[in-house]
């Protein structure tokens, strides 16, 4: 008769295995909902500047001029210190920078998609844009 004692190799690489199968499933889900996530804060973010600059249009009559998004992202932009927002972010949620320009009559904010290799996620969270009005498009979709 064989006295066996404690956990055997073969027992420890079944363990590991189960374990790496799991993860296999889960990790996916997860990566998809935290990119989800952070494309919605992003176009949040985006919604909350191009709101701004529509309070500044009926203020006073013009948008904030600026070439790109580094000219307005800044603490002294009209849009901060006359109080439309607090602070506008340099940065989407993923850490690429936003993009747009402003000639005063009419602009446009621009976002990225969803970081993913997955084509079918990229493809429901595409790049996206907000334009003089408040008007919202996606890449592909039609505008709302």
């Not at 969270?125 to 919202?136: E, R, V």
Request: charged fraction near 25%; hydrophobic fraction near 40%.
């Amino acid at each position: 008769m064989v006295n066996r004692r404690g956990i055997g190799l073969i027992d420890v690489a079944i363990a590991i295995c189960v374990v790496a199968l799991a993860l296999s499933f889960v990790l996916p889900v997860y990566h998809a909902s935290e990119g989800k996530v952070k494309y919605e804060k992003s176009v949040m973010q985006l919604k909350s500047v191009s709101d701004a600059m529509e309070k500044h249009y009926l203020e006073t009559g013009r948008f904030p001029v600026f070439e790109n998004w580094s000219q307005l992202a800044v603490p002294d932009s009209p849009l901060v210190t006359e109080g439309y927002v607090e602070k506008i972010p340099a940065q989407d949620a993923f850490g690429r920078p936003f993009q747009g320009q402003c000639d005063g009559t009419t602009y446009e904010l621009k976002g990225m998609s969803i970081i993913s290799f997955n084509k079918k996620l990229v493809s429901n969270y595409p790049d996206y844009s907000f334009k003089t009005g408040a008007k919202f498009t996606q890449k592909g979709k039609k505008e709302s």
